[in-house]
């Protein structure tokens, strides 16, 4: 995975990456809230991952899978995105679509836990995202044409 490259502005493959990156932050979340609401016996439906509202509680299914995702996501920046300058980038983005998707199914998030679940997803994403992605840019680069230490020792 690493490797050299130069950056330009590609539209096309930051809009891809972004519905990647997106499908990943749902899927991941949608599959953990299944199976942990399946563990506990409880009711499944879209309202586990858009409850925003006084009056509904985020219980701790709903955390556990949220903080869960958070790896998920990044496994998903790392694999995805690849830069870790991006990853700040990504993470928001996703969340703000979280939130605009969050607006149009419930209405305006009210909820002090949500607001808050929501800033610590986006900070362990972004920074378990940059770790992957910067371990990654820090391997190094084979150079083609170059000696080896084999190749130096043989002939002095």
């Not at 749902?26 to 199976?35: D, E, Q, R, S, V």
């Not at 700040?88 to 605009?100: M, Q, R, S």
């Not at 808050?116 to 940059?130: H, N, P, Q, R």
Request: aromatic share 16%; charged share 15%; hydrophobic share 50%.
């Amino acid at each position: 995975m690493a490797q050299f490259r130069n950056y330009s502005w590609d539209p096309l493959l930051i809009i891809s990456q972004m519905l990647a990156m997106q499908c990943v932050f749902y899927f991941g979340l949608g599959t953990i809230m299944y199976f942990l609401a399946f563990l506990h016996v409880e009711e499944i439906s879209l309202d586990r991952i858009f409850i925003s509202k006084k009056g509904e509680m985020l219980d701790l299914v709903t955390l556990f899978a949220y903080i869960t995702n958070c790896f998920i996501s990044a496994i998903g920046l790392w694999y995805i995105v690849q830069r870790s300058k991006q990853c700040l980038d990504f993470t928001v983005t996703i969340h703000f679509w979280h939130f605009v998707l969050t607006c149009l199914y419930t209405g305006f998030p009210t909820l002090l836990s949500w607001w808050l679940l929501t800033l610590v997803s986006c900070i362990v994403s972004t920074f378990l995202g940059e770790y992957l992605c910067r371990y990654t840019e820090l391997e190094e680069i084979p150079l083609m044409g170059t000696r080896t230490s084999n190749a130096v020792a043989e002939n002095p």
